[in-house]
Nanobody, 127 residues
Framework: QVQLVESGGGSVQAGGSLRLSCAAS????????MAWFRQAPGKEREGVAQ????????YYSDSVKGRFTISQDSAKNTVYLQMNNLKFDDTGMYFC????????????????????WGQGTQVTVSS
């Protein structure tokens, strides 16, 4: 059974930082992509960062590049999203997701190709 469990969300003022964690278990792929998505009320789900667990290659959307960092701790099967210089527009529910490298490629942040999803953690940035 695949489980992705996010944690680390909260409320922060603009300019502040948060670190999200995604603990993964049971992912049935030896080489796979993990990604972080976010969704604000009334908006579509948006991919913000991706990491290939095999090589550690990363990709970021333009909206977060230079402010967010995705990383992994393979020993803990955990992926992190360090978010710095947070802005009001970063507010939303943040989800981690996983998929096989057979189904996607580097820089692919389409939600439809990710098979497994966590329940999400809320990030609220006040201006």
């Amino acid at each position: 059974q695949v489980q992705l469990v996010e944690s680390g969300g909260g409320s922060v003022q603009a300019g502040g930082s948060l670190r999200l964690s995604c603990a993964a278990s049971g992912v049935p792929y030896t080489g796979h992509y993990m990604a972080w998505f976010r969704q604000a009320p009334g908006k579509e789900r948006e991919g913000v960062a991706q990491i290939y667990t095999g090589h550690g290659n990363t990709y970021y959307s333009d909206s977060v590049k230079g402010r967010f960092t995705i990383s992994q701790d393979s020993a803990k099967n955990t992926v992190y999203l360090q978010m710095n210089n947070l802005k009001f527009d970063d507010t939303g529910m943040y989800f981690c997701a996983a998929t096989s490298a057979r189904f996607t490629f580097w820089a692919d942040l389409r939600p439809s190709v990710y098979n497994y999803w966590g329940q999400g953690t809320q990030v609220t940035v006040s201006s």
